[in-house]
């Protein structure tokens, strides 16, 4: 699976748009990008995932560019909750194989 | 909520101990991952389980096993246990033909003293 690159950290206020960046310049022509966050200790949780087309669903939305080397997850109006650890993955679909974590970004959300 | 469960929450032991971690994933979906949280190590990946049968192995030490059951059920086994082994253990589990996306149980967390 190709490797990303995200900030470490990034601060938000609440209410506001939060726009989180990943690079992935080695991508592959069949490979997806996943986004997943972590709260605290808790399970990691499935946020969005697409593969060149724009996606969007109740939690976010994904930007993939149309070279597909980055890509950015937005939270449209960020809250308290949304403080967590956003992990950014490329894999094969369909193939069964595991998610290959990196740091992520740590997103805190501030009032 | 995931739909995957994961049993039991915390997990208190000694070296040299043997534990079992059970995960039961969600309704109708076939394939169990296992992964590895550690402070240093981030989040590992384990084993995997489709059906029953072994998918794909991690760094997965010698002395832990898993299993999937005929019910879809799993369980991790780690035995001989080492400080190094205190760790928040999770379960996953995807349906096939769905895009094989993982959603993950609450964790384990597993202290060794």
């Known amino acids: 699976d190709a490797k990303t690159t995200q900030p470490p950290s990034m601060d938000c206020a609440e209410g506001r748009a939060a726009n989180l960046p990943c690079n992935h310049s080695?991508?592959?022509?069949?490979?997806?990008v996943y986004w997943y966050r972590q709260i605290h200790s808790q399970g990691p949780q499935y946020i969005i995932h697409?593969?060149?087309n724009n996606e969007t669903n109740e939690m976010a939305s994904l930007i993939i560019t149309e070279d597909r080397k980055s890509s950015t997850l937005i939270l449209p109006h960020a809250t308290l909750r949304d403080t967590a650890v956003y992990y950014c993955i490329v894999r094969v679909n369909n193939a069964g194989n595991m998610l290959t974590f990196g740091g992520g970004t740590r997103l805190m959300v501030k009032p | 909520d995931s739909g995957v469960t994961q049993t039991p929450k915390h997990l208190i032991t000694a070296t040299g101990q043997r534990v079992t971690l059970r995960c039961s994933p969600r309704s109708g979906d076939l394939s169990v991952y296992w992964y590895q949280q550690s402070l240093d190590q981030g989040l590992q990946f384990l084993i995997q389980?489709?059906?029953?049968?072994?998918?794909a192995k991690g760094n997965i030490l010698e002395r832990f096993s898993a299993q999937q059951f005929p019910d879809l059920h799993s369980e991790l086994n780690l035995s001989s246990l080492e400080l190094g082994d205190s760790a928040l253990y999770f379960c996953?589990?995807?349906?096939?033909?769905?895009?094989?996306?993982?959603?993950f149980g609450p964790g384990t967390r597993l202290t060794v003293l």
């Open positions: 996953a589990s995807s349906a096939p033909g769905a895009g094989d996306t993982q959603y």
């Open positions: 389980y489709y059906n029953g049968e072994e998918r």
């Open positions: 080695t991508i592959s022509g069949n490979e997806y």
């Open positions: 697409g593969l060149k």
